[in-house]
């Protein structure tokens, strides 16, 4: 929708604010209603066909709660959900407007803002509300051959969130199936956060015993256990001011949530060996290939270490879900792989283009980004065919023959989890990982080739 048709309605106590924002608008919205008293909303809802609402996070009202942007932004949405909602907040109260986001609310802006951005800001929800594109179709990182990009309108809802929480401390929790880019995100995050300057710091957390978790973590002085041969900081130090990302949170054990939670509480960690306690500053993302409602099963996982870890969530979408981005990644590793090894620029034929976009990709980006990568490896022609794409074979259910050696699936499948693994030196999540599986899954293929 355009501005120019729509109605906007703003409801905040101070009169400045009311009278500010539609001087402002006067000009740009077709009408602008103006609200000292949250209690009347309901009422100006009903009564006017309202496109926008912008919306203080504190009012002098009997709800007096210290939350009650949030309690009437709940409202909003229950009485009409396809509102937008721009939350109105002081710089002191931006957890709070995050957490807004996390209720509903489409975007935030902080007092006091500028005119031009709080009217693109408007601009920008009411085209988006719409199905107008923004003219930002990709979100990227700065990490070479590891761009996130994406037109479709689940990843430019993700941008959008990015943009938002980025220049935050919030905790962020990372959701998503293996190969979905949850690390490329969080990367992305801290290259947009104000600790870009700072160390960032990735640690698989799912990959380490007890022993290995507290050292790694906290850091370790010498002779603290039999290989300590000399004083070692951990992670969270050497993250000190800026941002530590923990993989595969989801894994860990409830001993080492506990161990977890008590540094986080506290923000001091104490290195193996030693009782001195060091005060740590970072900002905290994880991530977990485990969906919200089991990793919020209290037998797996601590609720107040998720509540601790997951002031916002992001879902990483599986590439199933996101038709509209396959070409435009298959096109960016083709591309990037054509480079790298010194081949001629390469495109696909429409009946390629047909393939990959009718793929389940059941190893989302990371499986694609290999078949491109074997594709131009193997290419004859600066044109790729669909014989050209090969999918992985690992994420093929069965038994089938797939030549006229006889080799079968299985066989190939046994060799490859055996590479891999290898490759790792016995290392069962990397190994996951490389192989676009979760651990689980692998687990069952061991059992099933008795590896």
């Known amino acids: 929708m355009i501005l120019k048709k729509a109605t906007v309605l703003i409801v905040d106590d101070d009169p400045d604010v009311l009278t500010a924002v539609k001087l402002l608008l006067k000009t740009e919205a077709q009408e602008i209603i103006t609200e000292k008293n949250p209690e009347n909303l309901n009422w100006l809802l009903q009564r006017n066909q309202v496109d926008l609402v912008l919306l203080d996070m504190n009012f002098n009202s009997a709800i007096n709660t210290g939350n009650e942007?949030?309690?009437?932004?709940?409202?909003?949405?229950?009485?009409?959900?396809?509102?937008?909602?721009?939350?109105?907040?002081?710089?002191?109260?931006?957890?709070?407007?995050?957490?807004?986001?996390?209720?509903?609310?489409?975007?935030?802006?902080?007092?006091?803002?500028?005119?031009?951005?709080?009217?693109?800001?408007?601009?920008?929800?009411?085209?988006?509300?719409?199905?107008?594109?923004?003219?930002?179709?990709s979100g990227k990182s700065s990490t070479g051959d590891t761009s996130i990009l994406g037109e479709s309108e689940v990843m430019q809802d993700i941008f959008h969130?990015?943009?938002?929480?980025?220049?935050?401390?919030?905790?962020?929790?990372?959701?998503?199936?293996?190969?979905?880019?949850?690390?490329?995100?969080?990367?992305?995050?801290?290259?947009?956060?104000?600790?870009?300057?700072k160390p960032f710091i990735k640690v698989?957390?799912?990959?380490?015993?007890?022993?290995?978790?507290?050292?790694?973590?906290?850091?370790?002085?010498?002779?603290?256990?039999?290989?300590?041969?000399?004083?070692?900081?951990?992670?969270?130090?050497?993250?000190?001011?800026?941002?530590?990302?923990?993989?595969?949170?989801?894994?860990?054990?409830?001993?080492?949530?506990?161990?977890?939670?008590?540094v986080l509480q506290n923000r001091q960690v104490t290195r193996l060996g030693t009782n001195k306690a060091v005060d740590i500053d970072i900002r905290l993302i994880c991530a977990t290939n485990l969906p919200l409602s089991e990793l919020a099963n209290e037998s797996r996982f601590r609720k107040d270490l998720i509540y601790r870890i997951n002031t916002v969530e992001i879902n990483m979408p599986p590439l199933r879900k996101r038709n509209d981005d396959i070409v435009i990644i298959a096109r960016h590793f083709a591309k990037l792989y054509a480079s790298k090894y010194l081949k001629p620029s390469v495109d696909f034929d429409t009946a390629a283009v047909q393939k990959l976009k009718s793929y389940n990709y059941p190893g989302n980006v990371r499986e694609l980004q290999y078949t491109i990568e074997r594709a131009v490896i193997m290419a004859d022609d600066h044109i790729l065919r669909p014989d050209d794409l090969i999918f992985s074979i690992l994420e093929t259910p069965g038994e089938t023959i797939i030549d006229d050696d006889n080799i079968q699936l299985s066989t190939l499948e046994k060799n490859a989890i055996l590479r891999v693994i290898e490759k790792h030196n016995g290392n069962i999540t990397r190994a996951a990982k490389e192989l676009g599986l979760t651990r689980t899954a692998l687990y069952r293929r061991l059992s099933k080739y008795d590896i």
Request: glycine residues 8%; aromatic residues 6%; charged residues 30%.
């Open 69 to 137: 942007g949030l309690y009437w932004l709940r409202k909003i949405k229950e009485w009409k959900p396809a509102v937008c909602v721009i939350m109105i907040t002081a710089y002191g109260d931006i957890d709070l407007a995050v957490r807004s986001l996390k209720e509903g609310a489409n975007d935030f802006i902080v007092k006091p803002w500028h005119n031009e951005k709080l009217i693109d800001t408007i601009k920008d929800l009411l085209d988006k509300k719409e199905g107008v594109k923004t003219v930002k179709a």
């Open 161 to 197: 969130k990015v943009n938002k929480i980025a220049p935050t401390d919030a905790n962020i929790l990372l959701l998503g199936e293996n190969g979905t880019g949850k690390d490329l995100m969080a990367k992305a995050i801290h290259e947009r956060s104000l600790r870009a300057d």
């Open 204 to 262: 698989d957390v799912g990959a380490l015993t007890d022993t290995l978790f507290e050292s790694e973590l906290f850091g370790h002085k010498k002779g603290a256990y039999t290989d300590a041969r000399e004083d070692r900081s951990g992670r969270f130090e050497d993250a000190q001011g800026g941002t530590l990302f923990l993989d595969e949170i989801g894994n860990i054990s409830l001993q080492q949530q506990a161990k977890l939670l008590t």
